[in-house]
């Protein structure tokens, strides 16, 4: 629904609650002009669109041409279910009145000057003195006044010209009567007051010019039900109208202006109306009023005045609409110890309230602060507020608020709260341009509750510093020169629905804020980093996207929930801990960081559940001088260095982790103690899948390491330093670790290590006695000085983990095969000819899928290693009976590798053969496979030698 509601000049404001995605916007404008345009009277002008990445948010001002139209006021229902949910993107409110526009220009009335044509209208008289009702008869008879007095025919005093030069005379008094009577077009010059009425009612004062009075143009005294209407009132001295003890005044369309003190002075005087009155330039207030009660202030202009426009203490229940007040020297309107208060559809430069109650300030366009002080349960709503020097809205000491719907552009600063202003709301705000301090500030404002708040181009977003217990949902904070969201010192704190985008220093700040909870965070485009938290204790944080900042950084808390926690192009590391204890992670996704994607350091007792680090320019993760930190579940890959560094770190456990394709090693655990590795999958990493330097006491078991470009895993011994090892490596599958055609499934020269048990799928056969054992030990290192070697004594010979990913192991060459148990590293080619067998052990898919085999030679050569050349393709049996007679004698490396239809390709070991058959015919050279140009080589080789010889011989 929406509600067009009533300004100044015929304008009528629309305000749209909800902003929508770009595309639904020409469908929104299309309905709401089926209904504007149904009356004549109408022209839809669209003043804003405030377009972002996120959402488009409008407002309109509607132009009534006629004012006298029936349809003014009414509410005007769209239909909203043209729209989805999923059309809809944040709720938000603005008042867009006055947007961006600058105070008005305020001309006084023109008073023209008293010529002696002029004078000459008016009656010379004598000051007029009345005393009573009977008196006042009398003077009527005597001077002509016509009228009786009653209701109907009132007193009329009129066109009199009273001028004195007696300082302390008053022009015209009149005291203790409650007839009806008015003095109207009277010139009233001079004296002490220009008329005075003491305990009189009934009176109406219009359309008199009255001047240079010492004391007050026109005072009231203990009087009721006076109108003063339509006069002209500016005093080189004193007040421009003087009331005490008087109620049920009306003050109308008077100009009242240059006088000494106040231009309007009430005390002790209730229920009055000051309506149409300009009130400008005089020596202190514009008006004041003074513990006086249910007064009305409506469509006065007030300006111009030396202190403020319109003063009030010591009152209740006022109320301030339609008023332009600007351009006074201090606030436009003041009110202390003054309660229920209120001030709708003004316009008017500073608001300033102390010990003051209730008030609503509402609906008003505002060109300076809106300050409050000591006090409590202020509605502030529906403001367009600008204020250049400080703070738009400032409480200090004043609670329980209510502060909704507020527009608040070109200041110093949003809203301040400001010791004790707890048990407050702030909803539904628009803060733009406040580039000084920032946009919403709360201290000492526990129990408070902050929603829906959109604040753009400002210094920085949101500050919530020692107010615990408070509600934060439904931020948007964007194009900030400093931080976007800080909650310091603000325990219990309920922090829901932030984005911020575009600052120039930490996005989210969490500092020494316990037992918060934090949910459903955006941070985009941040210089510093995207979220930091330090000294928060027992919080839970959960659902947030942190991109392009320097990352997360977390130190000195413990106790913590992180989860679902999303970390892109990070500058530095992506999630940086230091001095963490006692906390869990959970569901991490940190890709593409400038460093590591997760760094901890003097850290203990942490648990990382399910986390995906990949990306990163250097380590996906590194764990520093930390204790007792667990990773479940977790994948780490395609980084450019290690996916897991280790080092000084103890009492850790890696459970069912996936590390693949880092750039250098896949975990590198290095002078730590009693880390388990267990039930991971380790693969595809460039050079070790597991590197142990100076670690004891570790355990890897139950793991699958295949296809590490260096080792599947090296045991390393630290130069000259006491070193135990004791680590335990067993129960794990090692599958086609090492460079093609140098296997280097396991290494190590530590006779203290414990290798057993361990399934290497180059090494699977003979197991004569089939207890699943192979019968010859696994070598994994040797002592060169002493001559000793180094064994797993019971490798397996089938995998021993339920493959959870899909892997293939190598084919192993039976025949011919080159290896020699006894000498293992001296290596004599195998001499064949003619036809010879090929067989292979069967490779193992994971899956169990079907494999296919293709036989693969080249020329022995260290020039031409990738000059492979391939045999026979398509095999599904593990062997092929192949004719070498078409390939000329020379040494040739063959190898069989296994296919899988989804690409994965593993060779088996290379073996060296000597082929000694004579060459082929010449007419045999076509049908070699792939090795022609072999025996054409030979021959041209035969014919330049022949020629050689011949020429020589001539």
């Avoid at 008006?287 to 009030?312: A, C, H, K, P, R």
């Avoid at 507020?385 to 070109?410: C, E, H, V």
């Avoid at 070498?884 to 490396?893: L, R, V």
């Avoid at 022609?932 to 030979?938: G, Q, S, V």
């Amino acid at each position: 629904m929406f509600i067009f509601q009533e300004t100044s000049n015929n304008w009528f404001h629309l305000s749209l609650s909800i902003c929508f995605r770009e595309e639904i916007i020409l469908k929104l404008l299309k309905e709401i002009g089926k209904k504007c345009f149904k009356s004549s009277y109408y022209s839809l002008i669209i003043i804003i669109i405030l377009f972002s990445l996120l959402d488009l948010s409008v407002s309109h001002l509607l132009k009534v041409d006629n004012p006298t139209s029936p349809t003014i006021g009414k509410k005007i229902e769209i239909n909203k279910g043209f729209l989805s949910p999923k059309d809809i993107i944040i709720t938000n409110m603005y008042n867009l009145a006055y947007l961006n526009s600058p105070p008005p220009q305020i001309r006084p009335p023109e008073i023209k000057v008293l010529s002696i044509a002029t004078l000459s209208a008016y009656s010379e008289s004598s000051p007029i003195f009345i005393d009573n009702n009977t008196d006042f008869e009398d003077k009527a008879n005597s001077s002509g006044w016509i009228g009786n007095g009653s209701l109907s025919s009132p007193y009329i005093i009129a066109n009199l010209n009273i001028t004195i030069t007696n300082p302390s005379g008053y022009l015209i008094e009149i005291r203790n009567t409650d007839v009806y009577f008015q003095i109207e077009k009277c010139l009233l010059i001079k004296g002490s007051r220009g008329i005075r009425l003491t305990n009189v009612s009934n009176g109406k004062i219009s359309e008199n010019r009255l001047g240079n009075s010492s004391y007050a143009g026109i005072e009231l005294r203990d009087s009721i039900e006076i109108n003063i209407t339509s006069n002209t009132i500016n005093n080189e001295k004193g007040f421009g109208i003087y009331s005490t003890k008087t109620n049920n005044s009306i003050i109308y369309n008077n100009s009242v202006f240059e006088n000494e003190y106040d231009g309007i002075f009430f005390t002790q005087s209730n229920n009055s109306l000051f309506r149409k009155n300009w009130i400008y330039e005089n020596g202190e207030e514009g008006v004041t009023v003074l513990n006086s009660n249910d007064n009305t202030f409506i469509e006065n202009y007030v300006f111009n005045n030396t202190w403020e426009g319109i003063e009030l203490s010591t009152t209740k229940n006022c109320s301030f609409s339609n008023n332009t007040c600007i351009e006074n020297g201090e606030y436009a309107i003041k009110l202390s110890f003054s309660n229920d208060s209120s001030l709708i559809n003004n316009t008017l430069d500073a608001v300033a309230l102390s010990n003051s109650y209730n008030p609503k300030i509402v609906r008003n366009n505002i060109f300076g602060q809106i300050s409050l002080q000591e006090g409590g349960y202020a509605n502030i709503s529906d403001n367009s507020i600008t204020f250049p020097g400080d703070w738009a809205i400032r409480l200090f000491r004043f609670g329980q608020n209510y502060i909704s719907n507020n527009y608040i552009f070109n200041s110093g600063g949003g809203i301040r709260f400001q010791n004790n202003c707890g048990n407050s709301t702030l909803s539904d705000l628009y803060i733009t341009n406040c580039t000084f301090n920032r946009a919403i500030y709360l201290q000492d404002s526990s129990n408070s509750t902050i929603t829906n708040i959109t604040a753009t181009n400002c210094g920085d977003g949101f500050l919530l510093y020692y107010s615990e217990n408070c509600t934060v949902d439904q931020i948007y904070l964007k194009d900030l020169s400093g931080s976007g969201c800080t909650i310091y010192s603000s325990s219990y704190s309920n922090i829901t629905n932030i984005y911020l985008k575009n600052t120039s220093n930490v996005g989210f700040s969490l500092e020494e804020s316990n037992s918060s909870y934090i949910d459903n965070i955006t941070v985009i485009n941040s210089s510093s980093n995207g979220f930091s938290a330090s000294q928060s204790n027992n919080c839970t944080l959960s659902n947030m996207d942190v991109n392009n900042t320097s990352g997360f950084n977390m130190n000195h808390a413990r106790f913590n929930y992180i989860r679902n926690v999303n970390i892109w192009n990070a500058s530095n590391n992506g999630l940086d801990l230091y001095g963490i204890n006692m906390s869990v992670f959970e569901q991490f996704n940190v890709d593409k960081s400038r460093e590591y994607g997760v760094e901890i350091e003097s850290s203990y007792n942490l648990q990382f559940n399910e986390c995906e680090l990949k990306n990163n320019q250097y380590h996906g993760i590194r764990v520093y001088n930390s204790g007792e930190v667990n990773f479940n579940s977790c994948s780490s890959y395609n980084n450019g260095r290690d996916g897991f560094e280790i080092d000084l770190c103890s009492n850790s456990i890696f459970y069912k982790n996936y590390v693949f394709n880092n750039s250098d090693r896949g975990m590198e655990i290095i002078n730590s103690i009693s880390i388990e590795v267990i039930q991971s999958a380790i693969y595809g990493n460039a050079f070790e899948g597991i590197r142990l330097y100076g670690s004891e006491h570790g355990t890897v078991r139950h793991s699958i390491i295949f296809r590490n470009a260096y080792s599947g895993l090296i045991l390393v011994k630290p130069y000259e330093e006491e070193y135990s090892g004791n680590n335990t490596i067993t129960r794990n599958d090692f599958i086609a670790n090492g460079f093609e055609g140098s296997e280097s499934q396991i290494r190590s020269d530590i006779t203290t290590e414990k290798v057993s048990y361990n399934f290497y799928d180059s090494h699977r056969e003979p197991d004569d006695d089939s207890d699943g054992i192979i019968d010859i030990p696994y070598l994994i290192g040797e002592n060169y000085e002493e001559e000793e070697y180094y064994y797993d004594n019971y490798p397996l010979s089938m995998p021993y983990n339920i493959a959870t990913i899909h892997y293939v192991t190598q084919p192993i060459m039976i025949y011919p095969y080159s290896y020699n148990i006894s000498e293992p590293y001296y290596i004599e080619p195998v001499q064949v000819s003619g036809t010879i067998t090929v067989k292979w052990l069967h490779s193992i898919d994971s899956f169990d899928e079907e494999l296919t085999y293709s036989l693969w030679i080249r020329q022995y050569s260290w020039e031409a290693e990738e000059n492979w050349t391939i045999a026979v393709d398509g095999i599904t049996s593990n062997s092929y009976d192949w004719d070498t007679t078409s390939i000329y004698k020379g040494h040739y490396y063959v190898k069989v590798v296994a296919s899988h239809i989804s690409g994965i390709n593993v060779s088996s070991v290379i073996q060296e053969i000597q082929i000694n058959n004579a060459p082929p015919e010449l007419t045999d050279f076509y049908s070699s496979p792939g090795l022609t140009f072999l025996p054409i080589l030979w021959f041209l080789g035969v014919i330049i030698v022949s020629r050689h010889h011949r020429k020589h011989d001539q």
